[in-house]
């Protein structure tokens, strides 16, 4: 069986484009009363034509949210290691060309930001994060931080520069659970310019991360893309081809999705190409929600608090909060670098205040599917 690097090429941008564009209110419809929702339903549920049906979508996809994980939203917090990156993406704060005080966490620095996350929440499920140093924080850095962290917390995740097949399985056996890997746009031809130096310019090679996480047996795998830089409608179009790949191939994996909007960032602002209305992001969650049931679907503190509430009920089975994007923000240095600004900076307790007004309860660690 030929991996998904071999099969995207089967697919072209223009006609998918052209394909999810020309869909109409009963494709939309057809795609509502559907069971078992194909990609040709999937692209029906995005398309234009589907905005008019928000109500109904939103409804379903609630149905959907609490059939399968209950009335419940589960917390996670990320912890960055480092802001240090070889990479040059142009619409990051911690490009390789801009000037900042790179930092990369010590041991006693990781475990006083241990404290300091414990200290405002109840958390436990980490998310470790890195820039892409393969040098100075690479795949020893990694486990070393997983050995340090996994007595204080019951899930592991990370989001890291991508690794080899051989690295995931050592990393699996240190402790860690899950793996989230954006490939920011599957399209091809115009990935090299938002990636322009370093090892992430490389297309093929973060788009086969996931075949080599399945091959080394990775519990959870998280998909994305970057809202911002192509049609978005295509772009989760081709991910949700590539989630039915990869369900297909590691069907005892689980799978968690997010969506990422571009958020302001250090150094030269790079603007949009493309800008995705609320209710379009709303749109996507529902699909994706009516598209795969079982599917974790993370909404981060990069969105507006009033959104992330009223996604609570909707589809989103997991929140971040009192979230810093920077490393040693929580203890260690308070005020450094962030990736990207963060947009709702409620603390942990008010989120989950709101949370509670819904009629919902949190999960402060990582969802263990076996009691659903």
Not at 58 to 80: E, M
Not at 346 to 352: D, L, N
Request: charged content about 25%.
């Amino acid at each position: 069986m030929n991996d998904f690097i071999d099969i995207i090429n089967n697919y072209k941008w223009s006609d998918l484009q052209d394909t999810i564009y020309s869909k109409k209110a009963p494709d939309v419809e057809a795609a509502l009363h559907t069971v078992k929702p194909d990609i040709e339903d999937f692209m029906a549920l995005i398309s234009p034509a589907a905005l008019a049906y928000l109500e109904p979508m939103a409804q379903l996809s609630r149905h959907y949210t609490q059939q399968r994980f209950g009335k419940t939203i589960q917390f996670y917090v990320p912890l960055y290691l480092t802001n240090s990156c070889i990479n040059h993406c142009i619409y990051c704060g911690f490009n390789h060309t801009n000037e900042l005080r790179r930092i990369i966490l010590t041991d006693d620095q990781i475990r006083r930001e241990i404290q300091g996350i414990k200290e405002i929440g109840d958390f436990r499920h980490i998310l470790l994060v890195t820039g892409e140093n393969p040098r100075d924080a690479g795949v020893d850095y990694i486990e070393h931080a997983i050995r340090l962290v996994k007595d204080h917390f019951s899930s592991i995740s990370i989001e890291v520069q991508p690794l080899k097949e051989a690295d995931y399985r050592r990393l699996g056996e240190a402790g860690l659970n899950a793996v989230y890997c954006y490939q920011e746009t599957y399209h091809k031809e115009r990935y090299k310019l938002y990636h322009p130096k370093g090892m992430k310019s490389k297309f093929d090679w973060r788009l086969d991360t996931f075949d080599r996480m399945g091959k080394a047996g990775i519990h959870k795998m998280g998909l994305g893309v970057l809202i911002g830089l192509e049609d978005w409608r295509t772009d989760t179009a081709l991910m949700a081809i590539h989630l039915r790949y990869l369900q297909k191939r590691y069907w005892q994996t689980r799978y968690s999705v997010s969506f990422p909007r571009m958020r302001p960032h250090e150094g030269e602002h790079f603007q949009p190409n493309v800008v995705m209305k609320d209710k379009e992001l709303a749109q996507l969650i529902f699909a994706f929600r009516i598209f795969d049931h079982d599917l974790e679907i993370a909404l981060s503190t990069r969105e507006s608090q009033v959104f992330r509430d009223h996604l609570t009920t909707l589809g989103v089975t997991s929140l971040s909060a009192g979230s810093k994007t920077d490393p040693g923000g929580y203890a260690v240095y308070k005020a450094e670098l962030e990736q990207f600004v963060v947009n709702d900076d409620r603390s942990p307790a008010e989120v989950m205040e709101a949370v509670h007004r819904q009629g919902y309860e949190v999960i402060w660690k990582d969802w263990d599917m076996s009691l659903q």
